[in-house]
């Protein structure tokens, strides 16, 4: 028996390709946030099937700080440049401490260490997009610290 294709991973992350292509393509005009809810959607059902979080989630920061860039920043969270930031600081792995304490020697780290590093590296870029537009306060002073580490990440 032939597994139904909605159930795949490679199906939702296809639907999240079309989808978030659309999102970015100015033709499409205010309809750019509809195809963005839509590719996010099937980002998570991509999940749903297997696909792991930090993977996704490194899709889905990358949208939304294009969305907030691009199409403005707005009170709904998926444009709102603080919860996205607040957003990516819960889906770091590592704790900031360990991770500067890591950074300087990552060559000599575990394989699962220097992944965990890249992944904060990763999941840090969009947050280096919308830096510009996040309200003053406690989160801030974090994400600056950890932009700050990000260029010894590997």
């Given at each position: 028996?032939?597994?139904?294709p909605?159930?795949?991973?490679?199906?939702?992350?296809?639907?999240?390709?079309?989808?978030?292509s659309?999102?970015r393509?100015?033709?499409?005009?205010?309809?750019?946030?509809?195809w963005?809810?839509?590719a996010?959607?099937?980002?998570?059902?991509?999940e749903?099937?297997?696909?792991?979080?930090v993977?996704?989630?490194?899709?889905?920061?990358?949208?939304r700080?294009?969305?907030i860039?691009?199409l403005?920043?707005?009170s709904?969270?998926?444009?709102?440049?603080?919860?996205?930031?607040?957003?990516?600081?819960a889906?770091?792995?590592?704790?900031?401490?360990?991770?500067?304490?890591?950074?300087?020697?990552?060559?000599?780290?575990?394989?699962?260490?220097?992944?965990?590093?890249?992944?904060?590296?990763n999941?840090?870029?969009?947050?280096q997009?919308?830096r510009?537009?996040?309200?003053?306060?406690?989160?801030?002073?974090v994400?600056?610290?950890?932009?700050?580490?990000?260029?010894?990440?590997?």
């Amino acid at each position: 028996m032939v597994d139904h294709p909605s159930g795949s991973i490679n199906h939702w992350l296809a639907v999240w390709e079309v989808n978030s292509s659309y999102a970015r393509r100015p033709e499409h005009g205010d309809g750019r946030r509809m195809w963005a809810e839509t590719a996010m959607y099937a980002l998570a059902r991509a999940e749903d099937a297997g696909l792991d979080a930090v993977t996704a989630n490194v899709q889905r920061f990358r949208l939304r700080a294009w969305m907030i860039n691009n199409l403005g920043p707005a009170s709904v969270p998926i444009v709102d440049p603080d919860a996205l930031v607040a957003d990516i600081l819960a889906a770091l792995p590592l704790r900031l401490e360990d991770a500067a304490e890591w950074a300087p020697g990552w060559r000599q780290r575990s394989l699962a260490e220097i992944l965990a590093l890249r992944q904060c590296k990763n999941l840090l870029a969009p947050a280096q997009i919308v830096r510009h537009r996040l309200s003053v306060g406690p989160p801030v002073r974090v994400l600056d610290r950890w932009l700050a580490l990000r260029e010894r990440l590997p």
